[in-house]
């Protein structure tokens, strides 16, 4: 049996402090008590001697966040698991919502294709598509609200399959994954950036064309078209672009 003294205690560490802890709490059989000045304990004296100012103090028992370390450690790494992205969304979700922004340089020399409407400009935007911006901010907003790679990943520019193709097969490419996880359109918001041309005489042709291609009803299909106020690329007719927003509903 060993008597610990109260006199002459000094400051201890936080490592000197755990060499004890991990002792008493890997050793059971080893019991602590306190005895008003003196305390008595029935293990060896080797022990820290950072050990008494803590015996004194408080009947040893292992700290909560000790005690229960493993079971956090346990929920943290399901939580972990169950955090992953999977290839499909989630069977409870009753309803998913995405985003989805493009934009593209406007050149000479190249059609200006929008919603898959061919619209009478002097330029046109470079792509390795159709450059159609507003199709593609669609098709990446119905993926990110799948949970899915975006645009760029799934048909991506350096693939010489892709050269010059209609964005109309992206746009039935993610309607089909979007079937197939078992969603349908509940309703979509696009917003085209551009200061020329005028959208005006073509935004219902270019909404009808879409809805066809989403196999949407005109109800739940908006477009709206926005100048730049003649700043930066956008407001220069140096460049055109599109943000998108879906609502997924389960079927």
């Given at each position: 049996m060993c008597?610990?003294?109260?006199k002459n205690?000094?400051?201890v560490?936080?490592?000197?402090?755990?060499?004890?802890?991990?002792f008493?709490?890997?050793?059971?059989?080893?019991?602590?008590?306190?005895s008003g000045?003196r305390?008595h304990?029935?293990f060896?004296?080797?022990?820290?001697?950072a050990?008494?100012?803590?015996?004194?103090?408080?009947?040893?028992?292992?700290?909560p966040?000790l005690?229960h370390?493993?079971?956090?450690?346990a929920v943290?790494a399901r939580?972990?698991?169950?955090s992953?992205p999977?290839?499909?969304?989630?069977?409870?979700?009753?309803?998913?919502?995405?985003?989805g922004?493009?934009l593209h340089?406007?050149?000479?020399g190249?059609p200006?294709?929008i919603g898959g409407?061919?619209i009478p400009?002097?330029r046109?935007c470079?792509a390795h598509?159709d450059g159609?911006v507003l199709?593609?901010?669609v098709v990446?907003a119905i993926?990110?609200?799948?949970?899915?790679?975006?645009i760029?990943?799934i048909?991506?520019?350096?693939?010489?399959k892709?050269?010059?193709?209609?964005s109309?097969?992206?746009?039935?490419?993610?309607v089909?994954?979007?079937d197939?996880a078992?969603y349908?359109?509940g309703?979509?918001?696009?917003?085209?950036?551009?200061?020329k041309?005028?959208?005006?005489?073509h935004k219902?042709?270019i909404?009808a064309n879409?809805?066809?291609?989403l196999?949407?009803?005109?109800?739940v299909?908006?477009?709206k078209?926005k100048?730049?106020?003649k700043?930066d690329s956008?407001?220069?007719?140096r460049?055109i672009?599109?943000h998108t927003v879906?609502?997924l509903m389960?079927?």
């Amino acid at each position: 049996m060993c008597f610990l003294s109260t006199k002459n205690l000094k400051p201890v560490s936080s490592e000197a402090m755990s060499s004890s802890l991990s002792f008493i709490f890997n050793n059971p059989s080893a019991t602590i008590h306190r005895s008003g000045q003196r305390s008595h304990c029935s293990f060896a004296t080797s022990l820290s001697p950072a050990l008494p100012t803590l015996l004194l103090r408080q009947t040893v028992k292992p700290p909560p966040n000790l005690r229960h370390s493993a079971k956090v450690s346990a929920v943290l790494a399901r939580q972990e698991t169950s955090s992953r992205p999977s290839s499909s969304p989630h069977p409870s979700l009753p309803f998913r919502i995405g985003h989805g922004f493009d934009l593209h340089r406007l050149e000479p020399g190249y059609p200006l294709i929008i919603g898959g409407v061919n619209i009478p400009h002097d330029r046109g935007c470079e792509a390795h598509s159709d450059g159609d911006v507003l199709l593609h901010c669609v098709v990446d907003a119905i993926l990110g609200a799948l949970g899915l790679p975006d645009i760029g990943q799934i048909f991506p520019d350096n693939d010489p399959k892709w050269k010059g193709a209609a964005s109309s097969l992206f746009i039935k490419e993610a309607v089909r994954l979007m079937d197939e996880a078992g969603y349908e359109l509940g309703n979509l918001d696009a917003t085209l950036i551009l200061q020329k041309p005028k959208l005006s005489p073509h935004k219902e042709t270019i909404r009808a064309n879409l809805c066809q291609l989403l196999g949407a009803d005109p109800s739940v299909v908006n477009l709206k078209a926005k100048t730049h106020e003649k700043v930066d690329s956008l407001g220069e007719n140096r460049s055109i672009a599109a943000h998108t927003v879906v609502l997924l509903m389960r079927k």
